[in-house]
């Protein structure tokens, strides 16, 4: 499962930017490695977990800003439990494999467009 935050560069998010960014290459590589499967290295969205919880609550977002949209996003419809989130993840996996091998997709992409436009804008 890998996540946005593997590429998008946000402050304060170095060492799980970096350990999703890893997962991403693993998923590549492991496609070239494993020419006769089909891997892709999926980002869910926002999903409120126990990690949401201390993030939305703990860390000072003036320190690390990317935070904000996270608390924005806290109790509205951006925020998927994660039985929506698992629902969201079964009713992509057909359409996964119109994606080469070895790539990162972000659901939001398949199911929500905009949201990921909004969300990966050049210059974010």
């Known amino acids: 499962m890998s996540s ?4 998008l560069g946000n402050r304060g998010w170095g060492a799980y930017a970096l350990s999703k960014a890893a997962l991403n290459m693993l998923a590549k590589l492991s496609a ?3 020419p006769h499967t089909h891997l892709c290295a999926l980002a869910p969205g926002i999903i409120d977990t126990a990690m949401m919880e ?3 609550t703990r860390p ?14 806290r109790q509205s419809a951006n925020m998927q439990g994660p039985h929506q989130a698992a629902k969201n993840l079964l009713a992509v996996l057909p359409q996964l494999r119109e994606r080469p091998s070895g790539s990162f997709v972000d659901i939001r992409e398949i199911l929500e467009p905009e949201t990921y436009a909004r ?6």
């Open 4 to 7: 946005g935050a593997s590429i």
């Open 32 to 34: 070239h490695e494993f």
């Open 54 to 56: 201390y993030l939305c």
């Open 60 to 73: 000072d977002p003036q320190q690390f800003p990317a935070l904000q949209r996270l608390r924005d996003a």
């Open 119 to 124: 969300l990966y804008k050049p210059g974010r």
